[in-house]
Nanobody
Framework: QVQLVESGGGSVQAGGSLRLSCAASGYTDRTTCMGWFRQAPGKEREGVAAIYPGGSGTYSADSVKGRFTISQDNAKNTVYLQMNSLKPEDTAMYYC???????????????????????WGQGTQVTVSS
């Protein structure tokens, strides 16, 4: 069983930065596709970014492209989301998620449907004030 634990959320002013971390434990391997999602109150869960097995490729949603960067430290079994130039509309609960067996485009295409991801962290709150 894979366990995911997010950290790094908090409250910042618009234009500020945060770095989220997702620590993975249990059985993980290079077939694991990792993604970040966010969900604001009253809204559907939205895929934000994904990283391919092995960390060789990444994808970011248009809404965060150029501002958010997903990365991975395989030695630490940790995935990061660096968030710069934060906007109030970025305010949401952010979730780390994982699924197995998806490579390359098959990984980031899975962001379209959160049910494609089998393992989820507890979430970390990000609040951006104007």
């Amino acid at each position: 069983q894979v366990q995911l634990v997010e950290s790094g959320g908090g409250s910042v002013q618009a234009g500020g930065s945060l770095r989220l971390s997702c620590a993975a434990s249990g059985y993980t391997d290079r077939t694991t596709c990792m993604g970040w999602f966010r969900q604001a109150p009253g809204k559907e869960r939205e895929g934000v970014a994904a990283i391919y097995p092995g960390g060789s490729g990444t994808y970011s949603a248009d809404s965060v492209k150029g501002r958010f960067t997903i990365s991975q430290d395989n030695a630490k079994n940790t995935v990061y989301l660096q968030m710069n130039s934060l906007k109030p509309e970025d305010t949401a609960m952010y979730y780390c998620a994982a699924t197995w067996g998806l490579y390359g485009a098959y990984c980031y295409r899975a962001l379209a449907n959160p049910t494609n991801f089998n393992y989820w962290g507890q979430g970390t709150q990000v609040t951006v004030s104007s």
